[in-house]
Structures are given as C-alpha cells and as structure tokens.
C-alpha cells in the first residue's frame, strides 16, 4: 500500500468521524453499549446462584456452559437480560390485538388517557397560578410557600389517601388518577411560568408603561413571548411527571388496566420480565409524549419568527 492511498484512507477516516451524524450520535451509542455489557454482566452474576439451585434441586448434570445460558433464558429470572425484555416487550405490543387485556398497547392507552387528563389540568391550573402570584405580591407570599410545600411529600404516601377520599365522595376511574397526576405536574408548570413571566427586563416592562399600555396588553405582548421558552421546559417536566402520577395512582387501586396494573401483576407473581417490559413501555411513552411536546415548540416558536 502506497503512502498517499493510505493517507487518503486516513482522510476518509477523519472525515467520517467528523460527520455530523457521528458527532451527534457517537456518544449515545456508546453509552448503550456500555450500559449493555454491564447489564449482561450483573444478569449472569445475579442469576448464576438461581440457575445452578434449579439444577441441583432437578439432580441434573450440568457444566458452567449451562448454567451461563441458564441465566440468560430464566423464565423468573432475578434480573432478565436484555434480549429477553426486548422480546417481552415486542411480544406484549405485537403479538397481541391493541384492545386485548394482555397487549402492552391497551396498558399504554389506560394509563396514556389518566396522564393526558391528569396534565391538562396540571398545566391549565399551574398557568393560573403563576398569573396570580405575578400580578400580586400578597398571593406570591402567601401561595407560592405551600406550592413548594405541597412537594414535599412523597406521592407514594398520598396516592392512597387521595384514592380513598375520591372514592367516599363518589369519584372512582379514571379522575382521581387524573388528578393524582396533575397535582404533580402543576408544580413545575407554576415555577416555570412564574420564572417566564418575570423575565423581561425591567426596561421594556418600563417602556410599556410609558406607552401606557394595559396590564392585559403588558401580559399578551411582553410577558407570554418571554415566558414560551420556560412554558415548554416546564411542559416536557410536567407531561413526565403526569405519566408517573398516572402509573403510581394505579397501584393502590389495584387496577385491572395500566401499566401500574402490570408492575403489580409482575411483581405479585414474581414475573420479573413482565415487570421489565412495563417499565420500558412506560419509557417509550414518555419519550414519545416529550417528542410531541417538542415538535409543537418547534412549531410555536417557527410561527413566533424564531430560527
């Protein structure tokens, strides 16, 4: 090989890595084949005392070959491999109909309607609440202490009370889960807008008055263009949190649908797998909720003239 091909190959080399692609996606990558190695290796370390009981309780012959693919192929294993919630995952939204009991698909939808519920009027009420405490000094000390108060509690601890309090006033389904999620989201919706509404600069606030502009036309014109970038950082806060409001006031119902109701079925039976692939449906939905608010960032702020 001469020295100018394998220079060429070099250039080539270097001009792939500093692709844009590569740039972006390299780290990523990665990081999931990091995480994946040491995934599989604490598979095979939690799982090997399991599988090597099953054999001797069988009486069965066994080498260390076996019992190393016994971990990866338990059927109750103590931590599944990847490969295996993968398929529990592809299984439970593929190889059922949509609407059938066993379909990650219709878990998804339970949970997905309670959480959409739950953060509309999360965010509806956080917005309220940051006008409030904005346009009155009295509110902000007086409502803005037990707003971060109320946060203080674990939702662990209150989800039974609200469930139970809902349910003696006659309110079971889907809205106390709905309002479950939206006490959660409201919080970071108020922060957030309270921090978007004070943001212009005392000038321009100023220059309203001089103009002697409305405290409606200061709020439209000023304060709610300031305050769209920290709506949108609260909203893909808020729509998480509503998904984890929604799956946690499933769990001391007992519910039959959702995935909370999966995470308990899982864990009743000690379906490690199952419990597995529920978290990682709980996942792709946030992921894909956080993408939907992000597109419509992406539209609000092309419509606002922002590049």
Not at 75 to 100: K, M, N, W
Not at 188 to 210: A, C, H, N, R, Y
Not at 276 to 285: D, E, H, K, Q, R
Request: hydrophobic share 50%; proline share 7%; with cysteine.
């Amino acid at each position: 090989m001469t020295s100018s091909s394998l220079a060429l190959r070099l250039q080539t080399r270097r001009s792939l890595l500093r692709h844009p692609l590569v740039e972006r996606y390299a780290p990523v990558v990665t990081m999931v084949l990091a995480l994946m190695v040491i995934w599989y290796i604490a598979a095979v370390a939690m799982n090997w005392n399991l599988v090597r009981d099953g054999f001797e309780r069988e009486e069965t012959p066994y080498t260390t070959t076996h019992v190393l693919a016994g971990t990866m192929s338990a059927e109750r294993p103590l931590l599944p491999a990847p490969h295996q919630i993968v398929s529990t995952f592809v299984d439970g939204v593929f190889g059922y109909p949509p609407l059938a009991p066993r379909s990650l698909v219709y878990h998804s939808l339970v949970t997905l309607s309670a959480t959409l519920i739950g953060f509309a009027f999360g965010a509806i009420f956080g917005t309220l609440l940051a006008l409030m405490i904005v346009h009155s000094r009295v509110l902000e000390r007086s409502l803005l202490p037990w707003i971060i108060c109320s946060q203080m509690v674990p939702i662990v601890a209150l989800a039974p009370i609200f469930i139970v309090v809902l349910g003696a006033i006659g309110l079971t389904g889907l809205l106390p889960k709905s309002l479950i999620s939206a006490y959660l989201c409201f919080f970071p919706v108020t922060i957030g807008m309270v921090k978007g509404f004070t943001s212009p600069d005392p000038l321009q606030l100023e220059l309203m008055q001089t103009w002697s502009a409305t405290p409606r036309q200061v709020l439209f014109k000023l304060r709610w263009p300031s305050a769209v970038p920290y709506l949108f950082a609260s909203l893909k806060v808020a729509i998480t949190i509503s998904l984890i409001g929604a799956i946690v006031a499933e769990l001391p119902t007992g519910a039959e649908a959702g995935i909370g109701a999966r995470l308990l079925a899982g864990s009743y039976y000690g379906q490690t797998i199952q419990l597995w692939a529920a978290l990682v449906a709980a996942a792709v939905l946030s992921s894909g909720l956080i993408g939907i608010v992000s597109l419509i960032e992406r539209g609000v702020n092309r419509r606002m003239g922002a590049h």
